[in-house]
């Protein structure tokens, strides 16, 4: 559904290209063509295969961007509340709703906080970062000894949740409780060791601040104000958007077809 925040702090634009056909080349424009100029200064090719190496994962870490922040919180079996950052982390199905956060091992193979205590107590909440609190949430991101929790030093504010133990932050205007679906542990191919595991929760509940909604009941982008992992320690605001219309088959497959039958012909 199309966003139309009217907020000060985003705005919607006109889409790159918006005169696009369908069978249009890249180098139709002149944005597309200084973009087509780049691939003189030639390619970087670095086999993902090979021991791990600082290039790699830089090249990952800056390439695959932007990446949405999960803030997750969690509680383990003795009552210790913890809280962390993980920007691996996205919504993989709708029906039924069902999110993945990626946890790394520790340096010594030890699974983190946040992986124990959910694999422990089944439920974790995620929270939604928005840029009002992003240092308070950066913060957590810290490498506390195990026994002390982040919280204090966030300066964040525990809400009880309804279904999970862990609580969710009052702070964020979106939060999920969810339930442990499933875990995939990924192990290094030549050592066995499992060097990641992927968390998939099943969405219980969702705690959305009112003030954040648009006419729709849709999240606004502009009241929301979420913030995005960038590569490194650089994070991106989100405060520009377009449209661009979804194409339908029963609109344009006509139209389409005499474009390829056209090309073929040539």
């Not at 650089?234 to 958007?241: H, I, M, S």
């Amino acid at each position: 559904m199309a966003s139309n925040s009217s907020q000060p702090g985003f705005k919607i634009v006109d889409p790159p290209n918006p005169s696009w056909t369908y069978g249009q080349k890249v180098d139709a424009t002149p944005e597309g063509r200084e973009w087509l100029e780049g691939e003189k200064a030639g390619w970087t090719t670095v086999n993902a295969s090979a021991p791990e190496d600082a290039k790699k994962l830089f090249l990952l870490f800056s390439g695959i961007v932007p990446r949405p922040i999960a803030f997750v919180s969690t509680i383990s079996e003795n009552g210790i509340a913890n809280i962390a950052p993980f920007s691996w982390f996205n919504q993989v199905s709708s029906s039924p709703p069902v999110i993945s956060v990626s946890i790394t091992r520790n340096a010594d193979s030890r699974p983190k906080d946040t992986l124990r205590n959910i694999l422990a107590t089944k439920g974790f909440t995620v929270n939604i970062i928005s840029e009002a609190w992003i240092a308070q949430a950066n913060a957590a991101s810290i490498d506390a000894p195990e026994d002390v929790s982040e919280w204090p030093l966030s300066g964040l504010t525990q809400e009880p949740s309804i279904y999970v133990k862990a609580p969710r932050v009052k702070e964020s205007a979106f939060s999920l409780e969810l339930e442990l679906l499933e875990t995939v542990d990924v192990r290094d191919p030549v050592s066995s060791k499992v060097t990641t595991t992927l968390v998939l929760g099943s969405v219980k509940y969702i705690h959305v601040r009112n003030d954040v909604l648009d006419a729709r009941g849709s999240v606004d982008p502009g009241k929301l104000r979420t913030v995005a992992k960038l590569g490194g320690i650089l994070f991106a605001k989100v405060n520009e958007g377009y449209n661009i219309p979804r194409y339908s088959w029963a609109e344009h497959g006509k139209q389409i077809q005499e474009l390829e039958s056209t090309q073929a012909k040539a």
